[in-house]
């Protein structure tokens, strides 16, 4: 199957500042927002831990992190991808053609796309080995919530894109009060066991054109009912597969989605 859609879409515009902090955990670079006003931490709704889609701690992932900051969530982006993470650039590429019939790259920008080996990048970071990165990362990232041997009174909810998706799952199983909901959105790579024994209220936002959509919505609907948890599947009309997260300024059905999926997931993390 094609996962030219996962590298597909829009970068964030060159001028946006993010305005958290870079940091490592587990050996794993993240990227933290903060809720600016945050009076004794009355503002902090929550806490935000977000697996990202190919591009790792590229700038359009960072401002969805500010985003949920804004909201009153401290967010945190983990880069899995070990510093491999694909270039913005990457998404104006369709894998496959030849990069000299593109006018809209310098040479520079041609030559890093032309040293991108596909199946070598998705065989590097295959399914098994983010999921080991997570797991230990996880566990570390946990005890930074703990203070004074307690858990915080901050409910950590998951998100997930794309590759994230699948692992965001993997996440809601676990039997931790720590986690209250998971996101999960146009995911990407998910096999029908992912959804087996889900114990976190889940939320599923999915596109209506996508490479995966057709089976993955058939797994979903069949899965999801038995999973063991609470859970919401949502369709997004007009949408491609990255909406929820690259979203292109100048497509305002395009906007009005995402801001839509943003805004359906805050309100699963406050009902759930």
Not at 117 to 137: Q, T, Y
Not at 258 to 270: I, P
Request: aromatic share 12%.
């Amino acid at each position: 199957m094609s996962t030219h859609h996962c590298f597909q879409g829009v970068a964030a515009e060159a001028q946006y500042e993010p305005a958290g902090t870079c940091s490592f955990i587990a050996g794993l670079e993240t990227y933290k927002a903060t809720p600016q006003d945050k009076a004794a931490d009355l503002a902090l709704r929550g806490k935000v831990l977000y697996l990202p889609d190919g591009f790792g701690l590229a700038k359009h992932n960072k401002k969805l992190a500010d985003l949920y900051a804004e909201r009153g969530y401290e967010t945190t982006v983990v880069d899995y991808f070990e510093g491999d993470a694909l270039p913005e650039i990457f998404m104006q590429y369709m894998p496959g053609t030849d990069i000299d019939t593109y006018d809209n790259f310098t040479a520079e920008e041609k030559r890093r796309i032309r040293a991108i080996d596909m199946p070598a990048w998705l065989s590097r970071h295959n399914p098994g080995h983010i999921a080991s990165l997570v797991d230990r990362f996880f566990a570390e990232f946990c005890n930074t919530l703990v203070v004074d041997n307690h858990r915080p009174s901050a409910e950590l909810h998951v998100v997930g894109h794309c590759f994230g998706g699948k692992h965001a799952f993997r996440l809601a199983k676990l039997d931790d009060d720590l986690i209250k909901t998971a996101l999960v959105y146009h995911p990407a790579f998910l096999e029908p066991s992912d959804l087996h024994g889900l114990n976190k209220p889940t939320f599923v936002g999915v596109a209506e054109t996508d490479v995966f959509t057709p089976d993955l919505t058939e797994t979903l609907v069949g899965k999801l009912p038995r999973c063991g948890a609470m859970w919401k599947l949502v369709i997004y009309g007009g949408t491609k597969h990255g909406f929820a997260s690259r979203v292109d300024a100048e497509d305002e059905v395009a906007v009005k989605m995402f801001e839509q999926a943003f805004d359906d997931g805050l309100q699963w993390m406050e009902m759930s």
